[in-house]
């Protein structure tokens, strides 16, 4: 075992940990009222969700919390009307939030950017005007393809508030992965920007939509906007795109909020999935609304003085309801960084913790491992002492991580909050609050008014202790409400495992209830903390002059948790060598982007397949692994 653990470990880990008297005394839900909520929520949830949407405001409040007529199609707060942007703009302008920080940007190159929320209100209006004046209007889809730029999230708030639907496409896409969802979603708009800086280099960001707009349907998209982020040249075409400055200079200051009904979606999130296909999951204003602050709030445990910082790029749904939703809602102040974590050097975020004084910092167990590998020496040279509450998303997290964490960034006094939540969740589902007793490696208990629950694959429930399928049992209020132009893909999380939500994770539950996640059931790889699915990457392989047939399965990888290897056919004409193992690499990068990391390439005869000619990746991969075969992990194998 090396210093970051193994997974393994996570079976054997039973240390607990306390909080400290002054933390339980001084949070917002303490033990006894936490017992309070479960209590409401189990034998009344919709209550407890209707009380969580009363904290927020509406134009008009809901007929019924939730109809389930027409399950899985669930309805959250139906008859009601809102705005998210409301709730995360326009009310705060009425309180002493008006001049408070909402947004804290620094740029790699140190330059830094704050927004109060009064001038982050005027500046979404501004540009809201200049959408509306481009001839979008509610239900159009506008496509930001963005680095973490305050116009990332200044656009993504101005298409809200006019009701237009965003969806934000991570940087780190290809052209041609970018061009997929562009298609997928029908975007009228694209959002970008001239470049970015990362790793101490100008990435140009405007020639790769460029690119993938010349095999885009050329009359979805009439307009981009581009920000001048790096000056790097760009070629503007006339009439379809404009410089973001130009479009706002001359905007007034307020624009309307339109008032939108409950369930008009308020973004799309592709992820990857089972297919080739990335899936677009639709997320809407109100339920997704009361999900987000009521979770945020008491996870982290939002006090007016917090500075908030999740490390998540917008491009993620993390991004979006914990850099973006979530903390404005809270009326707290979220802090967003451009470029990369060891830029100049290893001590980057520690750097920014310590100057702005952040108080909350929530991030990915890849990126804790890979600070880990650089030693505490970093973490030595700074101030820490303004932070009271870590957290971690994406993976499960070692105990080797988890405890390095706790110790060298939290003094052994700041609780490390396992949020267990997918894109599809929209909100934490399995989290502990700072109260709770943790064990190192386990996101705890289910949230009020979350029922979770580990299964065999008939639905049973398994002993615990014992590995199962994670599933949810009743919807929730930030659940997504559908996919985009694909409502059988929908139904397919309720139906294989009948009445049941099928999360896709394996995992179990302890003696004392603790949920212990342990990774994918599917064939989805989570490459540091985001989700490719293997389909989607032999479908790239597939697309290559050489291969014949492939099969992808995921291997362990140290820092990145998990990474792609694939077994390559190739056509009889073709010498498999070292050239062809590079090219194949350059080839999955310009069709996946960056994301799809892959570790190694091993060429074959042939593959084994079932009776109907389906590679069997759990094969290959229990003899890599040197693993049993017929374990969960290859469910989406069976004929
Ligand atoms: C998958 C969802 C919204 C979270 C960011 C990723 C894994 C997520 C945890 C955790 C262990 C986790 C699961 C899940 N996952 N959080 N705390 N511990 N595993 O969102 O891309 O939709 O991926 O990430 O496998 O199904 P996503």
Redesign the pocket.
Known sequence: MDQFGTLDNLLQEERVFRPLPQLVIEANVNPQELEAHRRMAGHDPLGYWEEAADELDWFKKWDQVLDDSDAPFYKWFPGSRCNIVYNCLDRHIETYNKNKLALIWEGEPGDSRKYTYFELYREVNRVANALRSLGIGKGDRIVIYMPPLPETVISMLAAAKIGAIHSVVFAGFSAKALRQRINDAQAKLVVTADGFYRNGQIMPLKETVDEALVGACADCVDSMIVVRRCKVGVDMTDGRDFWYEDLIRNERNISPTEVMDADDPLFL?Y??GTTGQPKG?VHSHAGYMVGVHRTLNHVFDIKPTDIFWCT?DPG???GH?AVVYGPLMAGTTTLMYEGHPNYPQADRLWNIVAKYGVTIFYT??TMIRMLMRFGIQYTRQHDLSSLRLLG??????SPEAWIWLYKNIGRNECPVL????????GMFM??PLPISLLKPGS?TKTLPGVEADIVDRDGNPVPAGKGGL?VLKRPWPAMMTGMWNDPDRYREYWEKIPGMYF???V?RKDEDGYFW????ADD?L?IA???IGTAEMEAAFGAHRAVHECGVIGVPDTIKGEAAKAFIVVRPEVEPDDELIKDLKRHIRNELGPVAVIKSIEFRDNLPKTRSGKIMRRVLKAEELGHEIGDLTGLEDED
Do not use: F, Y
């Open positions: 999130m992820t990857s999951i998540a993620w749904v993390t309801s990915a167990p971690s998303v994406g993976e499960p997290i396992d949020t267990w939540w997918q894109t599809e969740t399995i989290s996101v994670l999360a896709g994770d995992a996640i342990q990774g994918r989805v989570n903390g985001h989700r």
